[in-house]
């Protein structure tokens, strides 16, 4: 490393481009009144980002309560009064309600069988010694990079031979199939994090492979389960391109991302703007509430796969 | 003993390897076969055609579209989604008055940030493309009467309706939508990083910006290389944003068609499921190039602390 001979103001253990950055004063100095031009700078810039991402959700919000004349004429102004009738409309006529529990049902059925199923392979996987344990590892983990849209024209095909098609459990088993990848990918790394000497004691105890896995391993792996089971959660309740294509039968059969964008149709024909502004608020209020009390574990959960 | 063990095994890997094997490995291999056949999807019968699904490809001017969309996205997505996250993740670590004691400090209120910045990631991208429809209305949009508002009624643009602003409109719903989670997943990876490391370069008379450049992210460089391929992935995809919000869709004028978006209308609208299939194998070797050329751009050496 060359150290230059320039004179840098004493800062004596500088790096080589150090010199370039002196300036009058010492650094400490520089840095207060640096830190408060660049307080109110970042203070700045963070409130302008935090303002374009809250104004459209709350623009969303205060269309919902508006006629559908203050909607064309002032998109800006507050509503003149609370107009519940639109939510109404939307829930009971334009099967908002049912798009719910649509939803409900096939993301209940999913979730439980990605969870079971992804730690039972995982578990395999991490702690046990057996010929191919690489090969299938690879292949689940693998499929977290290739596109689903490729597999999506065969996979159309192969659920229409099997009957699968516009059905709740068709639509759980694809969910369960395509969560895999990732929730074997990041619970068998969680499950190699944990002791050995637990299981052993319970084996050693008499217990089998089964009950142990069950009864000490799985509420060992709670925190890995509980951030996994988050990520697939909310990937499989927002979920849009699956159902877009395996889950094209009758309108009140929709799931409730596919049922709002034919909400957006159909009542874009009738011109009833209120009514779908209701229904794109009432399916993005219970998640954002939702996230807004769990937010520490959302966060933690989402950004798990991307931190090692 | 051992006898249990692979019946074990067996018992707990049987049910996931199947529904594998049914519903992901198996269409993934049957894509590319068809892909070298005439099937239309529509009856159960079809001819081998060889490379001529390829070859239709070469000369196919939409495809050439697609894939040039695919690109720019590829470009310019992960770029401004990562540079904001890094720059809005560096201020809220480091961009704080400079309490007594401690080189670098948070901005007040950062919390409250992080939560409100990873509002769209919670929401389905389904929402999402509605909302920003619905924001875009050259009419009664949110933004064309905001510009009335302040007075630029002569600007007002056509946005979605205009091919050649249609997907900059894309992209940056995209990138509203994604910026939060690399906020919050480069904070994470901030706050990590040892102060020591913060005050060593302010006693070297470092500035900020020295610091982020030489201090921050050679430390962080794992997690943005994590983050470059997601947000590569996302751009190769873009399917439902472009389906659920642009004009036509996919146009005006095919100016926002992307590849998935185009094997999709092929496969499910035009009965061509056989060329649809040759486009997606197109996309898989985009996105296979894109993994390998991150992969050998991002190789180095890995800083242990």
Redesign the interface.
């Known amino acids: 490393m060359a150290v230059t001979a320039e004179p840098?103001?004493g800062?004596g253990?500088?790096?080589p481009?150090?010199g370039k950055?002196?300036r009058p004063g010492t650094?400490?100095e520089?840095?207060?009144r640096?830190?408060?031009v660049?307080?109110v700078?970042?203070?700045g810039?963070?409130f302008i980002?935090?303002l374009?991402?809250?104004?459209?959700?709350l623009?969303?919000v205060m269309?919902a309560f508006k006629t559908d004349k203050e909607?064309?004429t002032?998109?800006?102004a507050l509503p003149h009064g609370l107009h519940f009738d639109a939510w109404s409309r939307a829930w009971s006529q334009a099967h908002m309600s049912e798009y719910f529990l649509n939803s409900v049902i096939v993301v209940a059925g999913s979730l439980t069988g990605t969870m079971l199923?992804?730690s039972?392979?995982a578990?395999?996987?991490a702690r046990?010694e057996?010929p191919g344990n690489r090969f299938?590892y690879f292949?689940?983990v693998g499929?977290m990079?290739?596109?689903?849209?490729?597999?999506?024209?065969?996979?159309?095909?192969?659920m229409k031979n099997m009957q699968l098609l516009d059905t709740y459990h068709g639509l759980i088993?694809?969910y369960?199939?395509?969560s895999?990848?990732f929730t074997?990918f990041f619970l068998s790394g969680f499950f190699r994090t944990l002791p050995t000497s637990v299981a052993e004691a319970a084996l050693i105890d008499g217990a089998?492979?089964?009950r142990t896995?069950f009864q000490v391993m799985l509420p060992m792996a709670k925190p890995g389960l509980i951030s996994v089971g988050i990520f697939n959660f909310?990937g499989q309740?927002?979920?849009?391109?699956l159902p877009?294509?395996l889950n094209v039968g009758d309108e009140d059969k929709k799931l409730?991302?596919?049922g709002?964008?034919a909400l957006?149709v159909s009542q874009g024909y009738k011109g009833d703007w209120s009514g779908l502004?209701a229904g794109?608020v009432m399916?993005?209020l219970p998640?954002?509430a939702a996230?807004?009390v769990f937010?520490r574990q959302?966060?933690a959960g989402?950004?798990a796969g991307?931190?090692? | 003993m051992q006898h249990?063990?692979?019946r074990?095994?067996a018992?707990?890997?049987i049910?996931?390897?199947a529904?594998?094997g049914?519903?992901?490995?198996?269409?993934?291999v049957?894509?590319i076969y068809?892909s070298f056949t005439d099937w239309t999807?529509l009856s159960s019968d079809f001819r081998m055609t060889g490379l001529k699904n390829y070859q239709r490809l070469w000369n196919d001017d939409v495809f050439w579209k697609a894939v040039w969309h695919n690109v720019l996205l590829l470009l310019v997505l992960p770029v401004v989604t990562l540079g904001?996250g890094l720059?809005?993740a560096f201020?809220?670590n480091v961009?704080?008055?400079?309490r007594k004691n401690a080189a670098v400090a948070g901005?007040r209120g950062s919390g409250l940030?992080?939560?409100?910045?990873?509002?769209?990631?919670?929401?389905?991208?389904?929402?999402v493309a509605?909302?920003?429809?619905?924001?875009y209305n050259p009419?009664?949009?949110?933004l064309n009467?905001?510009l009335s508002?302040v007075g630029l009624d002569s600007v007002r643009p056509e946005w979605l309706g205009d091919p050649r602003l249609a997907l900059w409109c894309v992209t940056a719903v995209m990138v509203?939508s994604n910026?939060?989670?690399y906020v919050?997943?480069f904070s994470?990876?901030m706050s990590a990083i040892p102060r020591d490391f913060y005050e060593a370069a302010?006693?070297?008379?470092?500035?900020?910006l020295?610091t982020f450049f030489?201090v921050t992210l050679p430390l962080l460089w794992?997690?943005v290389q994590?983050?470059w391929v997601?947000m590569g992935?996302m751009a190769?995809?873009s399917?439902?944003v472009v389906?659920?919000m642009t004009v036509g869709p996919g146009g005006p004028d095919y100016s926002t068609e992307v590849l998935?978006f185009y094997?999709?209308t092929k496969?499910?609208r035009d009965g061509q499921?056989g060329y649809?299939?040759s486009l997606?194998?197109a996309?898989?070797i985009v996105?296979m190039i894109f993994?390998g050329v991150v992969l050998k751009l991002g190789r180095r050496e890995r800083l242990e602390y």
Do not use: C
């Not at chain 1, 309740?237 to 391109?241: F, G, H, P, V």
């Not at chain 2, 961009?95 to 400079?98: I, L, P």
């Not at chain 2, 302010?202 to 900020?208: F, P």
């Open positions: 840098t103001g800062s253990a500088a790096t481009d150090a950055a002196a650094p400490r520089s840095m207060g640096e830190g408060g660049l307080n700078f970042s203070h810039v963070l980002w935090g374009m991402v809250t104004l459209p959700l623009w969303a269309s909607i064309f002032s998109p800006w199923l992804g039972m392979a578990y395999v996987l046990f057996f299938i292949l689940f499929g990079s290739f596109p689903v849209i490729l597999a999506l024209v065969p996979l159309f095909f192969v088993l694809v369960i199939a395509y895999l990848p074997i089998s492979h089964t896995f909310l309740w927002n979920q849009y391109l877009t294509v409730l991302p596919q709002l964008v957006a502004f794109l399916a993005m998640v954002l996230y807004v937010q959302v966060q989402l950004t991307a931190l090692k | 249990g063990k692979y074990f095994i018992g707990f890997l049910l996931p390897l529904l594998y049914v519903f992901v490995i198996s269409p993934f049957q894509a068809y999807g904001l720059f809005f201020m809220l961009g704080g008055r400079r901005v940030y992080k939560v409100v910045y990873f509002f769209p990631q919670v929401l389905s991208i389904a929402i509605l909302l920003f429809q619905f924001a009419n009664s949009g949110a009467s905001f508002a509203w910026v939060g989670f919050v997943l994470a990876g302010l006693l070297d008379g470092a500035n900020r020295q030489r794992d997690t994590t983050g997601y992935i190769l995809d399917f439902a389906q659920i998935s094997l999709y496969a499910f499921a649809a299939t997606g194998v996309l898989l996105t993994a």
